[in-house]
């Protein structure tokens, strides 16, 4: 079946713009989970939802930073103000259920110049 | 937060040689995951073991739950087996920031012909 989906693949865009990134989980997968993987490093944690609702967004590194998942399907991050720091590749994954093995998208590379 | 330790950090195989991964964690877990993080950049599931032996073709893992640590074994190495190599594991539920994945730096694998 397919698999998570994620656009645009790249995203470039200048320094204080708004952008969104798209991701569509495996169908009938209720967790969905944002990650983002900077040069040489493993993915680090942005946010888990289960369902409609952010159960956990503790990774956000701050407020510019907010996502959703209205119809509890398709999630959108959302980055106000970017900053050059920002760049990073983003990552989507979704699970089952919470806790079960997690896949992940092809990613979003997002660059702000 | 748990600590994920992944070593060698580097590796270079000639085709055909075997090898072994390990990762270390500082608590026990709900979930082990090993990925291959290939050229392009996409994350493919290679196991989902948080205990046992599994074993799929070429590859295998052991997770030694009780010990913090799972190895990964490959075998008769390929040049397409070239990439990195990550684990990441999630805490038994106990509230915000549970089932969120916390990855090792990864091992990058070079596999010459």
């Known amino acids: 079946g397919a698999g998570v989906s994620q656009t645009p693949s790249n995203k470039v865009t200048e320094k204080g713009k708004y952008v969104e990134l798209r991701c569509d989980p495996i169908?009938?997968?209720?967790?969905l989970y944002w990650y983002r993987q900077s040069l040489g490093q493993g993915p680090e944690f942005l946010i888990y939802?289960?369902?409609?609702?952010?159960?956990?967004d503790s990774g956000l590194p701050n407020d510019r930073f907010f996502a959703v998942r209205p119809e509890g399907s398709v999630s959108t991050l959302k980055i106000q103000r970017t900053e050059r720091g920002d760049s990073a590749v983003y990552l989507c994954?979704?699970?089952?259920?919470?806790?079960?093995?997690?896949?992940f998208g092809p990613g979003t590379r997002l660059t702000v110049t | 937060g748990i600590q994920v330790e992944q070593s060698p950090p580097d590796l270079i195989l000639q085709e055909g040689a075997n090898s072994t991964l390990r990762c270390n964690f500082s608590d026990s877990v709900n979930n082990l995951q090993w990925f291959h993080q290939n050229p392009w950049g996409q994350l493919i599931n290679l196991f989902y073991i948080p205990s046992g032996t599994k074993q799929n073709g070429r590859l295998s893992a052991t997770t030694v739950a009780t010990e913090r640590y799972s190895l990964l074994y490959i075998s008769s190495s390929q040049t397409t087996d070239s990439g990195v190599y990550f684990c990441?594991?999630?805490?038994?539920?106990?509230?915000?920031?549970?089932?969120?994945?916390?990855f090792g730096k990864g091992t990058k694998l070079s596999v010459i012909p």
């Open positions: 990441a594991v999630d805490r038994p539920y106990s509230g915000a920031g549970s089932y969120q994945l916390t």
């Open positions: 169908s009938g997968h209720t967790a």
């Open positions: 994954a979704s699970s089952p259920g919470q806790g079960d093995e997690q896949y």
């Open positions: 939802f289960q369902g409609t609702g952010a159960a956990d």
